[in-house]
């Protein structure tokens, strides 16, 4: 069993996590197609060149961490914004980039589009956030 499994989220079969929602309702599937931000790009792309370095980082690592954020964050959270989040998390864990290097890189880029970065809420606001509903799955 994960250490993460929250009680209050499990329901049949046992030890269900918060994350594992496979059969589970979840109303129409929407097929709409979405443009990806710059940063869901970049951050895919870092996460693949790491994982193709001498598996820096690996699917599973990241699987594991995202697994681990409690269900308040990972309910928060978008599935690209898991898996950045999860990314920071595993680079300053194995020595590479510490978490504050990327939250201070964050607030620079941030800056140089007018926009502030939340790091307590992990969202980004500002004159150039995506309308709701546009921004990937």
């Not at 970049?42 to 697994?67: N, P, Q, Y």
Request: aromatic share 8%; proline share 6%; net charge negative.
């Amino acid at each position: 069993m994960n250490a993460t499994t929250s009680s209050t989220s499990s329901d049949a079969p046992p030890y269900r996590g918060y994350h594992d929602i496979g059969g589970r309702p979840a109303g129409p599937v929407v097929k709409d197609e979405y443009a990806f931000a710059d940063w869901q790009k970049l951050s895919e792309a870092m996460r693949g060149a790491l994982e193709a370095k001498g598996r820096i980082v690996s699917l599973d690592e990241i699987r594991r961490v995202f697994e681990s954020f409690g269900e308040d964050l990972y309910n928060t959270l978008g599935f690209y914004e898991r898996r950045a989040e999860a990314l920071t998390v595993l680079l300053d864990e194995k020595g590479i980039v510490p978490r504050a290097a990327v939250l201070a890189r964050m607030d620079a880029i941030a800056a140089m589009e007018c926009r502030q970065v939340d790091h307590e809420a992990k969202t980004v606001s500002g004159k150039s956030a995506p309308p709701a509903g546009t921004e990937a799955p």
